[in-house]
């Protein structure tokens, strides 16, 4: 795009999100930022330019139907112009020119324990250390430049650096947004048995969801949830739906519609994904069915985007959250290593671009009180958070074994090696090979597949699966 700085003829006016980008952050086709009160944007503020909006922008490219006419805008989105860019995120202010930005939860009627409700998110887009906001930049600024961005980015521990969209403070979805009463109107009856389906079947070892979210989806409270995952929840737990589990009368589930109108929604999430975003693409890979080697690299990209790849344990951020956000994180990378060896695709996730600390048992939110006889039982949560921990561990060990053999690189020296490969490669084994034998050795008793013979089905087999595939 071919553009030219003109002088202004007087200072920009403050604008709205859905409004143009001034002239420079068009040109750098870079988001453009003007925080309330201000008359610059964020980058013009940064780079000490003038901020202008002279040049006319550059006419869009329509979209065309099979007979060459335009789409309508409205058919391609169930929210409407007026719903877009509702995201709730964080507020931060700044009370003086040498105050540390505070972090602050936008008004809401949800807790702050729940980090991924959309009217409760703590996070805005991560400012990467090589963009022309980069976080060294920010702290540089004078306390003149401070105050433009009073309420544009947030630090949660003093380095890391987020631009915070302060767009609007309204819920990304209200209660009767269309896309919302269209994942509950497919679901219908069934909704609430499909929730119970998943905190018995898939919640207690996958624990990417909040407990307390839950017993609102089970109790038909569904207003505060996003579409995009509550359908795609809906569309996993249908999988044991068809295989015959009791629910209660009603029509039956769509199964189709669902995953239709799950992979629509988070298509449209990728615009401005949250960490629901990242929940629901996880729920949807666990589907034989999905081929998931695109939707892993979306998923990657999504995380780094709110930077579910940094060590989150120092920042200003509620124990929930950050519980979560590790939670979310391990389940990524288990995700990302088992496809690339699957698909024979190289990772996404590499090991020096990621910060996330181990998983300990502070990451895992209490167990809410559980009536005895009640399914799933506390028992069922302890042995799947194990599990989960255990699988974590084991997938460390894949991504070495991918490392060892399978990039270009290993293949390469390899394959130079001639005559000596098979040597090298004995080599390279050995360690690995040990290091999965003391993995095996340090399983507890519990978790062990031999003691899971009761007849009824167990999540402990799929580790030992992926166990033996990886050896």
């Known amino acids: 795009m071919e553009t030219s700085m003109k002088p202004s003829k007087g200072p920009a006016a403050p604008r709205g999100r859905r409004e143009r980008p001034c002239d420079a952050c068009r040109k750098r086709k870079s988001k453009c930022v003007v925080n309330d009160g201000q008359k610059i944007c964020a980058a013009c503020g940064v780079h000490g330019q003038e901020c202008t909006y002279v040049e006319d922008p550059q006419p869009r490219k329509r979209k065309l139907d099979g007979e060459g006419k335009e789409v309508d805008a409205t058919k391609r989105r169930f929210a ?3 719903q877009e860019g509702t995201e709730n995120r964080t507020i931060i202010k700044r009370e003086n020119s040498n105050a540390q930005p505070k972090l602050e939860q936008t008004p809401s009627t949800r807790s702050s324990q729940n980090p991924t409700s959309v009217k409760s998110q703590h996070y805005g887009t991560h400012i990467g250390p090589t963009t022309e906001l980069e976080p060294i930049l920010l702290d540089l600024s004078s306390s003149k430049d401070s105050s433009i961005f009073g309420s544009s980015y947030q630090k949660p521990d003093g380095r890391t650096a987020f631009l915070v969209d302060k767009s609007s403070t309204e819920t990304v979805y209200a209660a009767n947004s269309p896309a919302l009463q269209a994942v509950v109107r497919l679901a219908g009856a ?13 919640h207690p070892s996958f624990r990417i969801i909040e407990d307390s979210l839950l017993q609102e989806l089970e109790a038909g409270q569904w207003s505060s949830a996003d579409p ?4 795609a929840l809906y569309c996993l737990a249908a999988t044991w739906l068809r295989s015959g589990t009791p629910t209660s009368a009603g029509s039956p589930v769509d199964a189709v519609q669902l995953e239709d109108l799950a992979f629509r929604l988070f298509g449209e999430s990728l615009r401005r994904p949250l960490l629901s975003t990242v929940q629901a693409g996880l729920l949807l890979m666990q589907k034989s069915t999905i081929d998931t080697k695109s939707l892993n690299t979306q998923l990657v990209g999504v995380a780094h985007e709110l930077g579910l790849h940094l060590d989150c344990s120092t920042w200003t951020i509620n124990a929930a959250e950050k519980g979560l956000r590790k939670r ?3 389940a990524l990378y288990m995700q990302d290593k088992w496809c690339a060896l ?10 020096t ?8 048992d502070g990451d895992f939110a209490p167990v809410p009180s559980i009536s005895p006889g009640s399914q799933p039982s506390l028992a069922d949560f302890e042995q799947g958070q194990a599990l989960f921990g255990q699988m974590a561990s084991l997938t460390e060990l894949l991504s070495n074994i991918l490392d060892t053999f399978f990039t270009l690189q290993a ?4 394959h130079d090696a001639g005559q000596e490969g098979t040597r090298l490669i004995l080599k390279r084994a050995k360690p690995v090979q040990m290091s999965l034998k003391d993995w095996f ?7 062990k597949l031999d003691s899971n013979m009761t007849g009824t089905p167990s999540s402990a087999g799929k580790y030992f699966q992926q166990y033996a595939f990886a050896s």
């Open 441 to 447: 050795t340090r399983i507890p008793p519990n978790l």
């Open 411 to 414: 293949m390469r020296e390899i």
């Open 353 to 360: 671009n990621w910060d996330v600390r181990p998983l300990n």
């Open 328 to 330: 979310l994180a391990w």
């Open 80 to 82: 409407t112009p007026s």
């Open 228 to 231: 995009v995952l509550l359908c």
């Open 342 to 351: 699957i698909h024979g695709r190289p990772s996404a996730i590499f090991s």
């Open 190 to 202: 069934q909704g609430p048995p499909l929730v119970q389906i998943y905190k018995t079947v898939v």
